[in-house]
């Protein structure tokens, strides 16, 4: 049994990720903390190292937090891609940069990404570029990281528990039920991959 974290354990792609995580002890964490253990904003450099130091003892970070803002390409403003720049993409990168000085030897970093980068659709620049940009870090980051520290992605479409909020921007998807999401997020956490993107698509 290992120790996990798993941050936007109480959104949708956080209960996805727990429905694969059941043999574990379990620690969860959000931003508003309503329903979990501890609160923790990932934009914030100086929350983030509170959360691991708080929680002391841990195997692996699970992360299925990335806020997006959606809009054409030609109306997004700067203050958009900032916001999702700073939670998507550095807000994942500093959970990995701070938390390897706090994870056990042989732990394991999983972060989320989406199938928006591969399978592109309008509105969703934002969240496909820094999507993008996880998939480079985690292949790229697995390289360099010290005492046998795992990092990998999880690259689901949309869920089926999210089709009622996405579903009309996604026409032609098909969309997968949480708990086979939940599968990839077990093999990132239980196996031995390491600078992996862990595709879900139907
Ligand atoms: N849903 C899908 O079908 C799907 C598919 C592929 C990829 N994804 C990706 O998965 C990620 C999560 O999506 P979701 O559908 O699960 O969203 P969601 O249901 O809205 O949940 C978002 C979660 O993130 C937490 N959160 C937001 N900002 C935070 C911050 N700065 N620090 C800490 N926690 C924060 C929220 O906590 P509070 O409620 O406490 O604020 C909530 O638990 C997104 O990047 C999305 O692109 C989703």
Same mark, same amino acid.
């Given at each position: ?10 959104? !949708? ?8 995580? +059941? !043999? ?17 904003? @990932? *934009? ?6 509170? %959360? ?10 699970? #992360? ?23 939670? !998507? ?13 706090? @994870?056990?030897?042989?732990?394991? &970093? *999983? ?22 940009? @996880? ?12 005492? +046998? ?7 689901? *479409?949309? %869920? ?12 032609? &998807? ?8 939940? !599968? ?8 031995? %991959? #390491?600078?992996?993107? %862990?595709?879900?698509?139907?």
């Amino acid at each position: 049994m290992k120790t996990v974290i798993v941050i936007g354990a109480q959104g !949708k792609m956080g209960q996805a990720a727990l429905t694969g995580l +059941g !043999k574990h002890k379990v620690i969860t964490a959000s931003r508003s903390g309503e329903g979990c253990d501890y609160k923790v904003d @990932i *934009t914030n450099e100086q929350s983030v190292r509170q %959360l691991f130091e708080q929680v002391g003892h841990f195997d692996a970070v699970v #992360n299925t937090v990335g806020f997006c803002e959606y809009a054409n390409f030609v109306e997004m403003t700067e203050q958009q891609w900032m916001t999702t720049v700073m939670s !998507k993409m550095m807000g994942q990168i500093n959970l990995v940069r701070i938390g390897q000085e706090y @994870i056990a030897d042989n732990g394991s &970093f *999983t972060l989320i990404s989406g199938i928006l980068n591969v399978k592109p659709i309008p509105f969703a620049i934002a969240d496909a570029t820094t999507s993008g940009a @996880i998939d480079t870090f985690v292949k790229c980051v697995a390289l360099e990281m010290p005492r +046998g520290i795992r990092v990998n992605a999880i690259n689901p *479409t949309v %869920l089926e528990e999210a089709w009622e909020v996405y579903g009309e921007m996604m026409p032609g &998807f098909q969309p997968v039920p949480g708990t086979l999401v939940g !599968k990839a997020f077990e093999r990132a956490v239980d196996g031995f %991959l #390491n600078g992996e993107v %862990l595709f879900v698509d139907a």
